[in-house]
């Protein structure tokens, strides 16, 4: 499995977008590049999923680079509310077991 | 969207105590569910996945004796910490793969709430 690696913190204001990267040097053909949400002491949640160029939902954008070595987390006008530790991870592609391995994750921390 | 529940959300035990965790997914079927463990301020370690009808795989460094589990239905896959001690105290979370569309990405995780396990 793809090994992630992302800066451990982040600090931004509200109203501002924040932009998080995570690098996946070892990323195999078949995985996906998904994004998940943690607040303590609750389980993870999706954020976003994508496997090149860009991906856009309600809540993101995920912008993946042709090499697909590296993608980037984007969070239009942050508040409050979206303090958490955010994971990238890469697999869950056809013919994976579903195995997630998370890394460190990046701790956002939005200021009024 | 999906929903992976999990009993209880909190459980407080003696030393030397088992103590079981449940999980559920609430309306798909799952025939592989995974159990992580989660120490305070730390990334979420996978622990084992658990298979219907079949024997769970552990991670290297998981004790099998220590850490029971049991898929014995689509939806339900339980961990037993067994003869739990203080050092086993952590938030234990569960999560479901589901397959999203035919063709498309092989599956998005759910995952449960956590139940959050403290041993006296």
């Known amino acids: 499995l793809a090994k992630t690696t992302q800066p451990i913190s982040m600090d931004s204001y509200e109203g501002q977008e924040v932009n998080i990267t995570c690098s996946h040097n070892?990323?195999?053909?078949?995985?996906?590049i998904t994004w998940y949400q943690q607040f303590p002491s609750q389980g993870p949640r999706f954020i976003i999923q994508?496997?090149?160029t860009k991906v856009t939902n309600e809540v993101a954008s995920l912008f993946i680079p042709a090499d697909r070595k590296s993608s980037t987390l984007s969070l239009p006008r942050v508040s409050l509310s979206d303090t958490a530790v955010y994971y990238c991870?890469?697999?869950?592609?056809?013919?994976?077991?579903?195995?997630?391995?998370f890394g460190q994750g990046t701790t956002l921390q939005v200021k009024p | 969207g999906a929903v992976v529940s999990q009993h209880p959300s909190w459980v407080i035990c003696k030393s030397g105590t088992s103590v079981k965790i449940e999980c559920r997914s609430l309306?798909?079927?799952?025939?592989?569910m995974f159990w992580y463990r989660q120490f305070p301020k730390q990334s979420l370690m996978l622990m084992a996945t658990?298979?219907?009808?079949?024997?769970?795989?552990?991670e290297q460094g998981v004790e099998k004796d220590k850490f029971l589990i049991n898929h014995a239905s689509l939806t339900l896959s339980t961990l037993t910490v067994t003869s739990a001690h203080p050092e086993d105290s952590s938030f234990y979370i569960c999560?479901?793969?589901?397959?999203?569309?035919?063709?498309?990405?092989?599956?998005?995780?759910?995952f449960g709430p956590g139940t959050r396990l403290t041993v006296l």
């Open positions: 999560s479901a793969p589901r397959k999203l569309l035919a063709g498309g990405p092989y599956n998005e995780q759910f």
């Open positions: 070892n990323i195999a053909t078949n995985d996906y």
């Open positions: 994508g496997y090149k």
């Open positions: 991870l890469v697999g869950q592609g056809s013919g994976n077991t579903g195995k997630l391995i």
């Open positions: 309306d798909f079927q799952a025939t592989t």
């Open positions: 658990s298979n219907e009808g079949s024997k769970a795989t552990y």
